[in-house]
Nanobody, 117 residues
Framework: QVQLVESGGGLVQPGGSLRLSCAAS????????MRWYRQAPGKERELVAA????????NYADSVKGRFIISRNNAKNTVFLQMNSLKPEDTAVYYC??????????WGQGTQVTVSS
């Protein structure tokens, strides 16, 4: 059974930081590209950051470039999203996604991030 379990969300003040984690099980983690998406109320889900299976091919949405850092630890089957200089517009549910062209995508249940004073 495949599971992606996100953690690390919460309430933070503007300018603060959070580190999200996504622990994967049931897949050969090092085979998958990993992505973070987010969905704010009333908006479509958007891709925030992506990282290739070996830690290269990193991409960010323009809205988070210079503030967010995606990384992964294949030995621990975990992907991270370090979020710095958070803004109210970063408020959303953040989802972890595992992508491999030869299989279906897998999704976590999401973790809420709220940026508010």
């Amino acid at each position: 059974q495949v599971q992606l379990v996100e953690s690390g969300g919460g309430l933070v003040q503007p300018g603060g930081s959070l580190r999200l984690s996504c622990a994967a099980s049931g897949i050969t983690f090092s085979t998958y590209d990993m992505r973070w998406y987010r969905q704010a109320p009333g908006k479509e889900r958007e891709l925030v950051a992506a990282i290739g299976k070996t830690g290269g091919r990193i991409n960010y949405a323009d809205s988070v470039k210079g503030r967010f850092i995606i990384s992964r630890n294949n030995a621990k089957n975990t992907v991270f999203l370090q979020m710095n200089s958070l803004k109210p517009e970063d408020t959303a549910v953040y989802y972890c996604n595992a992508h491999w062209i030869y299989a279906e995508d897998y999704w976590g249940q999401g973790t809420q991030v709220t940026v508010s004073s």
